[in-house]
T-cell receptor
Framework: DARVTQTPRHKVTEMGQEVTMRCQPILGHNTVFWYRQTMMQGLELLAY????????DSGMPKDRFSAEMPDATLATLKIQPSEPRDSAVYFC?????????????FGPGTRLLVL | QKEVEQDPGPLSVPEGAIVSLNCTYSNSAFQYFMWYRQYSRKGPELLMY????GNKEDGRFTAQVDKSSKYISLFIRDSQPSDSATYLC?????????????FGKGITLSVRP
């Protein structure tokens, strides 16, 4: 049963610390998305990649957030320095990115709390 | 005004009720419409996918799109406690790799046994 995996599942950190979240997309999927979910804003797209190249990161605060895909099996989202307002659930999703293959498969999320 | 607006809820119904969930949108370029279901402490999963206007039925679920009114709905017949979850509408303007989804904030549904 192919699934998107995310680590860590939970993270508590102090303001100013670096946070790194990791995602392993489903094998064979070439499109990867990073979302942030809060009660106030709902689900917001931060960045997405196709074939490891960033297509759009306009939803991401550039001064503190960065997203990369070192290889096809790993996507990372970093926050440095972290702030309390970054507290949220961060989801990674992957898909085939082809016409007619629109489904995005979400991981279980990383719950981040910045104190 | 956000591009996609969804009733905030929460919504509580008795088992067996018909549930109607709705979203409105402002971007007339949206052509692809989806409903995702998200159980507590899980990631969203695709429930229904429709293109343009019309209805689509899948078991107890019916998705309806009215592009002239910029309004989409999800109907759940004979609701079950297992339907208790947050439902998010999502939509996009084009297909393929270079298109991105815009989500509603979601509505939490509780079906009472």
């Amino acid at each position: 049963d192919a699934r998107v995996t995310q680590t860590p599942r939970h993270k508590v950190t102090e303001m100013g610390q670096e946070v790194t979240m990791r995602c392993q997309p489903i094998l064979g999927h070439n499109t990867v998305f990073w979302y942030r979910q809060t009660m106030m804003q709902g689900l917001e797209l931060l960045a997405y990649f196709r074939n490891r190249a960033p297509l759009d990161d306009s939803g991401m605060p550039k001064d503190r957030f960065s997203a990369e895909m070192p290889d096809a099996t790993l996507a990372t989202l970093k926050i440095q320095p972290s702030e309390p307002r970054d507290s949220a659930v961060y989801f990674c999703a992957s898909g085939l990115g082809a016409v007619g293959q629109e489904t995005q498969y979400f991981g279980p999320g990383t719950r981040l709390l910045v104190l | 005004q956000k591009e996609v607006e969804q009733d905030p809820g929460p919504l509580s119904v008795p088992e067996g009720a018909i549930v109607s969930l709705n979203c409105t949108y402002s971007n007339s370029a949206f052509q692809y419409f989806m409903w995702y279901r998200q159980y507590s402490r899980k990631g969203p999963e695709l429930l229904m996918y429709t293109y343009s206007s019309g209805n689509k039925e899948d078991g107890r679920f019916t998705a309806q799109v009215d592009k002239s009114s910029k309004y989409i709905s999800l109907f759940i017949r004979d609701s079950q406690p297992s339907d208790s979850a947050t439902y998010l509408c999502a939509m996009k303007s084009s297909t393929g790799a270079n298109s991105k989804l815009t989500f509603g904030k979601g509505i939490t549904l509780s079906v009472r046994p």
